[in-house]
């Protein structure tokens, strides 16, 4: 994937180069395009784009999705893109999300440490980080209306019908690496699920037209 000069850290910019959209199937295009065609048309009204990506506990996938989403739009120079995340209900930000983004190039900071500790996830030495904490999707931290919902997960897909101001609501689910918790394949299984968001989202804006 070749694109002029990007402000990413180096690491991420080699993790990048290492996403495989081409081994994206036609099956998971499909259930791409309602995102890519929200974003498009957000792009042409010149309008602020507003993502709410959704799961469960707000505690691996929506957090994952929300990083490389944000990443996405600044490596392609979409502007006024902002990415949030949020569940069902609150728990915490898994310490293994942060250690797998932090393995693939992001810089990350603690700035609160309680039961849910609040990261300050860097993409770029200029743009302001990704904040990552555990929240319900209507917390007052993330938007209120002219959004989409973006459901990470089947379980939060199954249980929010509808999300209150949401204009779109768009069931993008990935498998959840909470499976191999506690097991050696853990990293393993982390770094994978990662790396397929990331090359979702990347197809994704990559298919934006300014």
């Not at 957000?42 to 784009?49: D, L, S």
């Not at 993502?51 to 505690?59: A, D, E, Q």
């Not at 019908?161 to 498998?175: C, S």
Request: with cysteine.
């Amino acid at each position: 994937m070749s694109k002029p000069e990007s402000t990413l850290f180096s690491e991420i910019q080699n993790t990048i180069k290492g996403l495989k959209i081409e081994e994206i199937t036609i099956e998971r295009k499909t259930i791409l395009q309602p995102l890519v065609a929200f974003i498009q048309t957000k792009v042409n009204e010149q309008k602020e784009i507003r993502l709410n990506l959704i799961c469960t506990h707000n505690s691996r996938r929506s957090h994952l999705s929300q990083v490389w989403a944000q990443t996405a739009s600044a490596y392609f120079n979409i502007k006024n893109v902002f990415c949030y995340s949020g569940g069902t209900e609150a728990t915490a930000m898994f310490p293994m999300v942060a250690k797998t983004l932090e393995n693939q190039g992001f810089k990350i900071k603690t700035i609160s440490e309680t039961n849910n500790p609040i990261y300050a996830i860097k993409y770029s030495e200029n743009e302001h980080p990704i904040i990552g904490f555990s929240k319900k999707h209507d917390d007052d931290f993330n938007p209120k209306n002219e959004f989409a919902a973006i459901m990470t997960c089947s379980q939060a897909d199954e249980a929010c019908p509808f999300i209150a101001g949401a204009e779109k609501r768009i069931p993008i689910t990935f498998e959840d690496p909470k499976a191999f918790d506690n097991t050696p394949q853990q990293a393993e299984k982390y770094n994978e699920r990662s790396l397929q968001i990331a090359t979702e989202m990347f197809y994704v804006f990559s298919q934006i037209k300014q």
